[in-house]
């Protein structure tokens, strides 16, 4: 079964981390303690949280909510954090994730990217993915490259 997140706001660059990997770290702005809850009981998401108070609730402590209490500021470290507690993989899904909205990303023609990326991008990428709601585009870039190091970098320092 594919484990699914719920990231509080407070864990917002966590949650980017983990969409980087591929995993499905839904965030909802605005939402209390109890709609965050209710909404990782509702859609079977693990919490992901830095409240300390969530988890001394009787629903977290008798286990019927997955929640994980995210101990430190640095999001890379999160990342480590929740990697080792929850035995994820950082060779999950790597870059099939919008960052911005969660969804998944579709393979984009060239054709279909002409225009929509800059040029000197058409002329050098073959590869396009694009997000189908916030119609993000996504290419093998220099900021995928230094993505792609930081990645390694931290699965070599968790030796996972």
């Known amino acids: 079964m594919e484990v699914t997140f719920?990231?509080?706001?407070?864990?917002?660059?966590?949650?980017r981390w983990l969409r980087l990997l591929g995993y499905d770290a839904k965030v909802v702005p605005?939402?209390?303690?109890?709609?965050?809850?209710?909404?990782?009981?509702?859609?079977?998401r693990a919490l992901l949280t830095r409240d300390t108070?969530?988890?001394?609730?009787r629903i977290v402590t008798i286990g019927k909510l997955k929640a994980l209490l995210v101990r430190v500021d640095d999001p890379k470290l999160q990342l480590n954090q929740v990697v080792t507690a929850m035995g994820l993989s950082f060779n999950y899904r790597p870059f099939t994730r919008c960052l911005e909205?969660?969804?998944?990303?579709?393979?984009?023609?060239?054709e279909d990217a002409r225009g929509l990326v800059p040029p000197y991008v058409f002329t050098t990428q073959t590869e396009f993915k694009q997000c189908s709601t916030c119609k993000r585009i996504y290419w093998r870039?220099?900021?995928?490259?230094?993505?792609?190091?930081?990645?390694e970098q931290l699965k070599a320092e968790t030796r996972l």
């Open 6 to 15: 719920l990231v509080d706001v407070n864990a917002v660059k966590l949650a």
């Open 30 to 44: 605005g939402a209390d303690d109890n709609r965050l809850i209710a909404l990782a009981l509702k859609e079977g």
């Open 53 to 57: 108070q969530i988890m001394l609730r």
């Open 101 to 110: 909205c969660n969804q998944p990303l579709v393979i984009l023609s060239k």
């Open 141 to 151: 870039g220099t900021h995928w490259q230094n993505m792609n190091r930081e990645i």
